[in-house]
């Protein structure tokens, strides 16, 4: 579920990430701005909320009005991109009746959410998606995962593959593994641009220039292949 504000699109988010709310404020919103500059230019093992403050002229105590800590940030930061990109595929297969141009359209969005949007001024859409490349995985890669699962912190996640799973079915309703395809779907996407920046050799994606163009013809390939 969303809203519009002036600023932009507001998703509704699991109030435990947060102690307030960042999108309904323009200091959260800076926070958030600021934030996914930081954590993308620094890893979220260097950022600190010392050094978001310092960098928005603020204070820390001010920061831990709205977290308690970084991973709480880093997961609310990957909940807002997945609701984004679930917000993507709903507005874009909305009234597509053809199974297959519904399928396209979603691995389409899957692979181009990080392009920037004026819906959302106070996120920059490209460095998230950098920021979920590098960081994402750490949301659940960790000790407290099925604590965080308990509390709902990854349904965002799973909403956006329960979505993209319906629409494999819709494709193919004999297709036994719809969840499993769909979440490797956007496993694929984050890694292999990873790969194709940081450790080429594990992928056939290559040119930087073109590699979304690349990847989204090589997922088109992979599920029509593996669906047909």
Request: a neutral charge; glycine letters at 4%.
């Given at each position: 579920?969303?809203t519009m504000s002036a600023r932009g699109i507001i998703f509704n988010l699991n109030e435990d990430l947060f102690l307030k709310d960042p999108q309904t404020t323009s200091y959260g919103?800076?926070?958030?701005?600021?934030?996914?500059?930081?954590?993308?230019?620094?890893?979220?093992?260097?950022?600190?909320?010392?050094?978001?403050?310092?960098?928005?002229?603020?204070?820390?105590?001010?920061?831990?009005?709205?977290?308690?800590?970084?991973?709480?940030?880093?997961?609310?930061?990957?909940?807002?991109?997945?609701?984004?990109?679930?917000?993507?595929?709903?507005?874009?297969?909305?009234?597509?009746?053809?199974?297959?141009?519904?399928?396209?359209?979603?691995?389409?969005?899957?692979?181009?959410?990080?392009?920037?949007?004026?819906?959302?001024?106070?996120?920059?859409?490209?460095?998230?998606?950098?920021?979920?490349?590098?960081?994402?995985?750490?949301?659940?890669?960790?000790?407290?995962?099925?604590?965080?699962?308990?509390?709902?912190?990854f349904q965002s996640y799973k909403g956006v593959v329960s979505k993209v799973a319906d629409i494999i079915k819709k494709?193919?309703?004999?297709?036994?593994?719809?969840?499993?395809?769909?979440?490797?779907?956007?496993?694929?996407?984050?890694?292999?641009?990873?790969?194709?920046?940081?450790?080429?050799?594990?992928?056939?994606?290559?040119?930087?220039?073109?590699?979304?163009?690349?990847?989204?013809?090589?997922?088109?390939?992979?599920?029509?292949?593996?669906?047909?």
């Amino acid at each position: 579920m969303f809203t519009m504000s002036a600023r932009g699109i507001i998703f509704n988010l699991n109030e435990d990430l947060f102690l307030k709310d960042p999108q309904t404020t323009s200091y959260g919103q800076k926070l958030l701005e600021n934030s996914i500059e930081l954590i993308d230019g620094m890893g979220i093992e260097g950022f600190t909320f010392k050094k978001l403050a310092v960098k928005i002229s603020s204070t820390e105590a001010s920061i831990y009005r709205y977290f308690e800590n970084k991973h709480k940030l880093l997961l609310y930061l990957t909940c807002w991109y997945w609701e984004w990109v679930h917000f993507l595929i709903d507005l874009n297969v909305k009234n597509i009746e053809a199974p297959e141009k519904a399928l396209k359209i979603t691995i389409h969005n899957i692979v181009n959410a990080s392009t920037e949007s004026p819906m959302t001024t106070y996120v920059n859409e490209n460095l998230l998606h950098n920021v979920i490349i590098k960081e994402g995985s750490k949301t659940y890669h960790n000790h407290e995962v099925d604590d965080e699962n308990e509390l709902g912190f990854f349904q965002s996640y799973k909403g956006v593959v329960s979505k993209v799973a319906d629409i494999i079915k819709k494709y193919n309703p004999e297709f036994p593994y719809p969840k499993m395809l769909a979440s490797n779907l956007f496993e694929m996407a984050n890694n292999q641009i990873f790969y194709a920046e940081h450790l080429p050799r594990l992928t056939e994606i290559k040119n930087r220039k073109k590699k979304y163009e690349d990847l989204e013809a090589a997922m088109r390939y992979i599920v029509f292949k593996v669906l047909n």
